[in-house]
């Protein structure tokens, strides 16, 4: 069942946008030749959370993944998880155990020296170089994710991590189960920190691939892109859909998330003129960031595939 998969493994950080509610509309529409077993391959050039990735991982045979992604700490959090879980848990316990001894105004200033020693070090690390400076930077991020206000991930222009403090009165840092879990599914997976246009120079014949882009943006008070520092734009989007049509006519089983533009515009076509010819289904999700709380509900979202 997919509850009891997804109680296995699951994204050990939290991510905008993040698949975990959707799970179950999108094994609905997984292509058939990956259930039956004849694709073995995955890639998924917006990697986020990973969701879709732990979920596939576990229900199905796959045997090789390729994930990237283009924000570079979060790539390197998923390489710390895949080699070293062990290392940052015990990195992470340092600072839970010093936090839960503090009040909220005390933890409030831990926080924000935490952030300040994450953006000044990032500098420093070569993202090219696996070395243990990164276990010490993925348990700041992770420490960060979890005690952060909602669990945002937000960079500046600068490339500096923004988010204020949560105030949360309990938090939970990790589950030590799902990260040695996720280190053991992340075996059969190579990470790379790079553009989604990268997928281009791959072999992606009979191979699955899901994209689950920054969102295009349904009203002005929904933009939030910057994932990164490099801020998602309406180029992009339209760059995304040229790579969708090309990897459609190499024999790859192709699906993506994005936003539904007629939550507010009946008359906004651009999913329709971009991918015409595919299968353009809408989903109910919950929307779970907005600046107005009265806001946040059900609204719907889009899956399109080429099958």
């Known amino acids: 069942m997919i509850g009891e998969i997804s109680m296995l493994s699951r994204p050990f950080i939290k991510w905008a946008g993040g698949k975990s509610q959707l799970i179950d509309k999108i094994d609905e529409r997984l292509p058939l030749e990956l259930k039956e077993r004849k694709i073995t391959t995955y890639f ?26 283009i924000n570079a700490d979060l790539i390197i959090t998923y390489k710390v998880v895949k080699y070293n879980p062990e290392e940052l848990m015990r990195f992470i316990d340092y600072y839970k ?13 831990f926080f924000y020296r935490i952030r300040q020693t994450y953006n000044k070090n990032k500098v420093k690390i070569n993202f090219n170089d696996y070395n243990n400076g990164w276990i010490e930077h993925a348990a700041q991020m992770i420490f960060l994710n979890k005690t952060c206000y909602n ?15 949560g105030k949360y009165k309990n938090v939970k840092f990790y589950d030590k189960e799902n990260i040695l879990y996720s280190s053991a599914l992340l075996q059969k ?37 910057s994932y990164s520092k490099f801020d998602f734009s ?14 459609d006519k190499r024999n790859a089983r192709l699906m993506l998330s994005n936003s539904d533009p007629k939550n507010v515009n009946l008359n906004d076509d651009f999913f329709e003129k971009h991918y015409k010819g595919f299968n353009i289904q809408r989903v109910y999700a919950n929307r779970m960031i907005n600046c107005n709380g009265e806001k946040r509900g059900k609204i719907n979202e889009l899956i399109i595939t080429n099958y």
């Open 44 to 69: 998924e050039p917006f990697l986020g959370g990973g969701a879709v990735f732990f979920y596939i991982a576990q229900k199905y045979s796959i045997e090789r993944a390729i994930l990237f992604d």
């Open 97 to 109: 155990s010093f936090y839960n001894s503090l009040d909220i105004e005390q933890q409030k200033d």
């Open 151 to 165: 669990g945002l991930y937000r960079l500046n222009s600068k490339g500096e991590f923004n988010v204020p403090f």
């Open 189 to 225: 997976a190579e990470l790379y920190i790079c553009d989604f246009e990268e997928i281009i120079h791959y072999d992606v014949n009979n191979a699955f691939i899901y994209f689950d882009p920054p969102y295009r943006p349904i009203s002005q008070t929904a933009s939030f892109t």
């Open 234 to 247: 309406e180029n992009d989007q339209i760059r995304l859909a040229k790579i969708f049509k090309e990897l």
